[in-house]
């Protein structure tokens, strides 16, 4: 057995034991024409990835009386996909993937939607994707032997974009970690970003699990995890609160750097769900209702514990309310933080 297999063998093995078998979903709304499930990337991207994993758990199971197609519509980091879905107003047969570019997007363009939380619908989050820092283990071995480098040379990193959640995320790290300043480069996805770190090509990298996982160990290790405790199929990586990375150093009043670093309070990728502006709360309901029996199947939990990622179910009061504050520590990071440039008429909270 391989030590990748032997890594994913312990993932599985904490996947959630029961769960309700999924039923169709009965509300007092449903769909009454096929469902529009409009996608910011292009296919094979992240979020296409996901919804139509969604959607073919809807099909396996019958969850949905209507078909639910899939159509991409890429373009402005996802300003193209959301000034669409702002277009269908009150509309309840169009509901799109979210990722954190719509919240970085949104932010600094001067499109229709400027706070998805409020422009359009949230109806379900699905899970939480953790952030690792990744080195190639020939590079730098542990957080000790990266301290000491970025603290005395400057330090190369990828990321997906510019101005993005992982740019955001390395440069909340060099704040946190007293480092010189990184050099940055962007690249066209996550799998492009671990490419270039396990090619030797670049010292380090913030990335999600399921992008690092297909080149460790031999190629990249993770060498910190930005999380609570931490994961039990890594249980000697230590997490940045073990290591106290940022705990001594506020990032705004009363916040730390090591919290809005972590991943229940801080930034990290995000996947879920959400409906045109001003739709009914009756369909609110349903949606809500049918993505909670999709999270619950052995497919998506299987699907999530495979990939390293944290499960966690919101329905659209909390995910809402969530979302606030996750759009107000994004503004505080970009603008108050790194002194980027925002859409010039950002509403005040």
């Not at 469902?35 to 296409?48: A, C, H, L, N, R």
């Not at 009386?65 to 107003?89: E, F, R």
């Not at 090619?199 to 910190?224: K, S």
Request: charged share 20%; with cysteine.
């Amino acid at each position: 057995m391989t030590d990748k297999t032997m890594k994913r063998g312990l993932m599985a093995a904490a996947a959630a034991a029961a769960l309700v078998a999924p039923t169709a979903v009965v509300a007092d709304w449903a769909p009454t024409r096929p469902i529009e499930f409009v996608i910011q990337t292009s296919p094979g991207g992240g979020s296409d990835t996901y919804a139509r994993l969604w959607i073919g758990i809807i099909e396996k199971y019958g969850l949905s009386p209507v078909p639910i197609t899939p159509v991409n519509m890429p373009g402005g980091a996802g300003a193209v996909s959301m000034a669409y879905m702002a277009g269908q107003a009150g509309d309840p047969h169009f509901i799109t993937p979210t990722l954190n570019s719509l919240v970085t997007t949104a932010l600094q363009q001067p499109i229709p939607v400027m706070y998805p939380s409020e422009d359009l619908t949230p109806l379900a989050k699905m899970l939480m994707d953790p952030f690792w820092l990744v080195t190639h283990p020939d590079n730098i071995g542990s957080w000790e032997e990266f301290l000491e480098r970025c603290q005395n040379e400057r330090l190369t990193s990828v990321g997906t974009g510019s101005r993005s959640e992982d740019e955001i995320q390395i440069n909340l790290l060099q704040e946190a970690a007293g480092c010189q300043q990184f050099r940055y480069v962007p690249a066209g996805g996550g799998g492009e970003v671990a490419s270039q770190v396990a090619g030797g090509h670049i010292d380090f990298n913030v990335n999600q699990p399921a992008e690092a996982l297909p080149h460790y160990p031999e190629r990249l290790i993770p060498i910190v995890q930005f999380v609570p405790e931490r994961d039990e199929a890594f249980p000697d990586v230590p997490t940045h609160w073990e290591l106290e990375i940022g705990t001594d150093s506020e990032v705004m009043d009363g916040v730390s750097y090591a919290e809005i670093l972590d991943l229940v309070g801080g930034l990290h990728q995000m996947r879920g769900v959400m409906g045109a502006p001003g739709i009914s709360d009756e369909a609110v309901a349903w949606y809500e209702d049918l993505f909670r029996q999709v999270f619950e199947t052995d497919d998506w939990q299987e699907f999530m514990v495979n990939n390293a990622m944290s499960p966690v179910f919101m329905g659209a009061e909390e995910y809402g309310e969530w979302l606030v504050t996750f759009e107000n520590n994004h503004v505080t990071a970009m603008r108050d933080i790194f002194g980027w440039d925002l859409r010039p008429d950002l509403r005040e909270r």
